[in-house]
């Protein structure tokens, strides 16, 4: 077809990047993470593109008042090496008490590409235990998930 042309986003130039905020207060990890990876990827906007992060901020508060489903507090477990023999792990009921800014970030990065562009998206997240955050010159819009949550409805 000679007359189509296909479009490549340019992220200098052409975006405008946003400022949102999330309550994470009774909200379930893995839904919220995988509309914060949609919003830090820039699949909310028309203009995307994979191999240009057009994805916007988000600013992530109360991120100690998460939810698991299940018995995901106890049964979910998250190891790491220690560069000696063998692993650790932690459960997540421990990490939330420990690090609660560790879980969240955790479920984001890995619903991120595994890449270099990846990485910058992920950059783009700011996470806060507390209510309160240092963005506020940023004028955060609060974000609004698409789905529904029933889970948390119903808490």
């Known amino acids: 077809m000679p007359g189509t042309k296909s479009y490549n986003p ?12 999330v309550d994470g207060t009774d909200q379930i990890v893995g839904r919220m993470a995988a509309d914060i990876a949609m919003v830090l990827m820039g699949k909310h ?10 994805g916007d901020f988000v600013i992530l508060t109360n991120c100690d008042k998460v939810k698991f489903t299940g018995n995901k507090w106890d049964q979910k477990t998250y190891r790491w090496y220690t560069g000696y023999t063998g692993q650790r792990s932690e459960t997540a009921s421990d990490r939330i008490q420990r690090r609660p800014e560790k879980v969240m970030h955790d479920a984001v990065r890995r619903m991120l590409p595994k890449n270099k562009v990846g990485r910058q998206m992920l950059s783009k997240l700011k996470i806060y235990a507390g209510n309160e955050h240092p963005h506020q010159a940023q004028e955060p819009e609060p974000f609004t998930f ?6 948390a409805k119903q808490a």
């Open 45 to 54: 906007r028309p203009n995307y593109g994979p191999n240009v992060d057009t």
């Open 10 to 21: 340019q992220t200098d130039t052409e975006l405008e990047k946003r400022w949102y905020i």
């Open 146 to 151: 698409h789905r529904s949550n029933k889970a």
